[in-house]
């Protein structure tokens, strides 16, 4: 099984920086093609902030624009998320997300997506 774990999140005022990191590890990963940050506020649905594709093709939200950067290690299966001029409606649970092949221990392969558990972000006004 693969996991992902996530690091970097905390609390930070408005205006301020944060950088999240998500390492997945577990089985042998063959590749990963699309890694993401997802984030959820309470009360809210769970919403797409950027995501990558293994050819370094990004998508952002709309409200991360000129603010988020995504970018990803390969040779890690890392993929950060950095956060500049960070506000208060900024604040969620970010999770990440990827879309990889793996290599199970039969040696059978197989496609699967997965999440993090989750990394709290608050920004204080």
């Known amino acids: 099984q693969v996991q992902l774990v996530e690091s970097g999140g905390g609390l930070v005022q408005a205006g301020g920086s944060l950088r999240l990191s998500c390492a997945a590890s577990?089985?042998?990963?063959?590749?990963?093609?699309?890694m993401g940050w997802y984030r959820q506020a309470p009360g809210k649905q769970r919403e797409l902030v950027a995501k990558?594709?293994?050819?370094?093709?990004?998508t952002y939200a709309d409200s991360v624009k000129g603010r988020f950067a995504i970018s990803r290690d390969n040779a890690k299966n890392t993929v950060y998320l950095q956060m500049n001029s960070l506000k208060p409606e900024d604040t969620a649970v970010y999770y990440c997300n990827a879309d990889l092949v793996a290599r199970q221990s039969t040696g059978s392969y197989y496609s699967k997506n997965y999440w993090g558990q989750g990394t709290q972000v608050t920004v204080s006004s």
């Open positions: 577990g089985s042998i990963i063959l590749s990963i093609n699309v």
């Open positions: 990558i594709t293994n050819d370094d093709s990004t």
